[in-house]
């Protein structure tokens, strides 16, 4: 759906002679006399949370700032997701700005939300606004006639990896074919215009104002398992049955087991949980369900420790004389960073907070979409402070909103200066200099093909 707004870039106005550093100067300056309704978009979207998919109040407040701004959009991208552009003088380059739409799910979270456990103990809600943040810099201003490629600015549904059984239903309904939204994207051909992708991300137990960026972090593959074994009377005929938990339990300890043949330097992490383990204290366990993710440093690590994995899954099942229905799901790939875009971007994250702010690691364990994109195109992620507990944990809370909302879109702001300006020379250099791993269609079709192994 296309939704057209008023007309954007009608604030202040910049010299034609305008230097690249006085651009920048512009844009911070445009940023700050939003600033307070950028704070008050982000309390607003963190009292009202919401799961992927279903970002429907979310995404209409996204529109509402976007109306605001003058901005024409396009939404019920991937079902919730929206996207505005701005053109440039040039159209050389076109760079995507990023941020999410969803939240995770903590109960425990003080803030969550009572019925669904939702709560932005992930900080998409800080993302969305560090995404319109940098809109601001280059809509209310005329920035974009100094600068020779055009931006692209993405609210995306569903980056975390919750709420399985729900997105198998819409999947099966035709709805999506990917669990994660920016899979969709780029399933939909909404990237296929992108040559770039950026985006920030909010760095748990960091109350200080730091920015930090790893050279790489893990990917994943989904799994569902079923265990179908034979219910019968726990006490009085317990023989009858076949223990479709016992068949689990060892399926576990086969994985378990094999975890000292991980290569270290793969970083493989594995973490089941069981979702269903039985009916009733007094039957035998007849239907039993666990959830799993198989992390790892590449494709192809991920790939070889899922075999061991589900090596152990079937062994349980052949133990108990259980039946198991294993569903691989298309995970996450591993981040890799664009070390050219790394470098523009901690250039203006050390102008404005600090040379010794500013840091740079070579991986992290955790895992995003993001890193589905820049298998296939130059991308950053990187991870700002201003939080105080754990991700994804009860004790999350942002305790610096500057730094977690303005900051950063001042930096993806000056970024994107420097990206364009020049005849967008540092962008052009960027993209001639990237070796994508894959291709739109052979991306998809990897994960299609891990599909169809799994039922083999």
């Given at each position: ?340 875009l790394m470098e523009a971007f901690n250039a203006n994250a050390r102008a404005l907070i600090g040379e010794d702010n500013v840091q740079v690691s070579k991986f992290i364990g955790g895992s995003t979409d993001m890193g589905d994109i820049s298998h296939i195109m130059p991308a950053i992620h990187p991870m700002v402070g201003g939080v105080a507990g754990s991700a994804h944990a009860r004790d999350y809370r942002v305790v610096d909103e500057d730094m977690a909302n303005i900051v950063p879109a001042k930096a993806m702001a000056m970024t994107l200066i420097d990206l364009l300006w020049d005849d967008a020379a540092e962008a052009k250099s960027i993209k001639e200099e990237f070796e994508p ?20």
């Open positions: 759906m296309l939704t057209k707004g008023g007309n954007a870039g009608a604030g202040n106005g910049i010299s034609p002679t305008m230097d690249k550093e006085a651009a920048k100067q512009k844009a911070i300056e445009a940023i700050d006399e939003y600033s307070e309704k950028l704070l008050e978009f982000t309390r607003d979207i963190w009292a009202h949370p919401e799961l992927g998919y279903k970002e429907h109040r979310t995404a209409g407040k996204v529109k509402e700032f976007f109306d605001e701004l003058g901005m024409t959009y396009e939404s019920e991208i991937a079902i919730t997701g929206i996207r505005a552009d701005l053109r440039g003088k040039d159209s050389a380059v076109r760079i995507a700005v990023l941020g999410e739409l969803d939240a995770v799910t903590c109960k425990d979270h003080p803030d969550a939300d009572p019925d669904t456990g939702a709560v932005h103990a992930c900080g998409h809600h800080s993302q969305l606004a560090v995404m319109l943040g940098t809109a601001v810099a280059m809509s209310q201003t005329d920035l974009m006639e100094h600068l020779a490629g055009d931006l692209a600015f993405i609210a995306v549904p569903a980056e975390e990896f919750v709420e399985l059984d729900y997105r198998s239903k819409i999947r099966d309904e035709g709805k999506i074919e990917f669990f994660g939204g920016k899979q969709e994207l780029i399933r939909l051909g909404v990237l296929d215009d992108v040559d770039m992708a950026a985006m920030i991300h909010l760095e748990g137990d960091a109350p200080e104002r730091i920015m930090k960026i790893a050279e790489g972090t893990n990917g994943f593959l989904g799994k569902t398992v079923r265990y179908v074994g034979q219910e019968a009377h726990a006490g009085g005929a317990p023989d009858k049955g076949i223990n479709a938990l016992n068949a689990a339990m060892l399926g576990l300890m086969g994985i378990h087991a094999q975890r000292e043949t991980f290569k270290d330097e793969d970083s493989i992490r594995i973490h089941p949980i069981i979702t269903r383990g039985g009916d009733l204290v007094n039957i035998v366990p007849a239907d039993v369900a666990i959830e799993t993710y198989v992390r790892g440093r590449s494709i192809d690590a991920i790939l070889d420790a899922n075999s061991k994995v589900n090596r152990a899954l079937r062994g349980g099942a052949m133990a108990i004389g259980a039946e198991v229905v294993i569903d691989e799901i298309p995970g996450y790939l591993p981040v890799r960073t664009d070390l050219g791993v894959y291709t739109k269609e052979a991306y998809l079709q990897m994960w299609r093909d891990v599909v169809e192994k799994s039922k083999e």
